[in-house]
């Protein structure tokens, strides 16, 4: 609870301190793993914050913004392939988020899959068809589909 205050009030390393000491004692702790993953993804320090993701996900394989934030990071780090599977399970569990889509088609692109990033720009466009940005993407993809 500790933890929980001095995030709160923006005292990250004293929280962090607080939240890595209680793991040990519950190791299934959700709020600590997720709390610990943001602090680490806000500083960049992907190791620690893909490793805390994935037992957010171990303990609630549901939580959306977990899944996008670690596709992000794979993304970050050109593993293309793991950001496509991540974003494609934020999208399992809520497929009313056109980012996800556009994110996905992105990482599609990078890996030369043009048809299914052709289908997510479709997919997000039909969600959110006035974004510029996936517009434009989505017309600069299609001349590659030959």
Known sequence: MRGLCLGRLRRVDEAAVDYQAALPHNPDNLSAHKSL??????????TTTINH???VLR???????????LASIYSDQEDFAAAVEAYSKAIEI????APLFFLR???LEEL????RAL??????????PND???LESRAELVPRLG
Do not use: H, M, Q
């Open 37 to 46: 993953a943001n602090f680490a993804f806000d500083r960049e320090d992907n």
């Open 53 to 55: 993701y994935l037992e």
């Open 59 to 69: 303990l609630d394989p549901l939580d959306v913004s977990s899944w996008y934030r």
């Open 94 to 97: 809520d497929a009313t988020k």
């Open 105 to 107: 088609a992105i990482a």
């Open 112 to 115: 030369n899959d043009c048809s």
């Open 119 to 128: 289908a997510d720009y479709d997919s997000g466009l039909r969600l959110n």
């Open 132 to 134: 510029t940005a996936a």
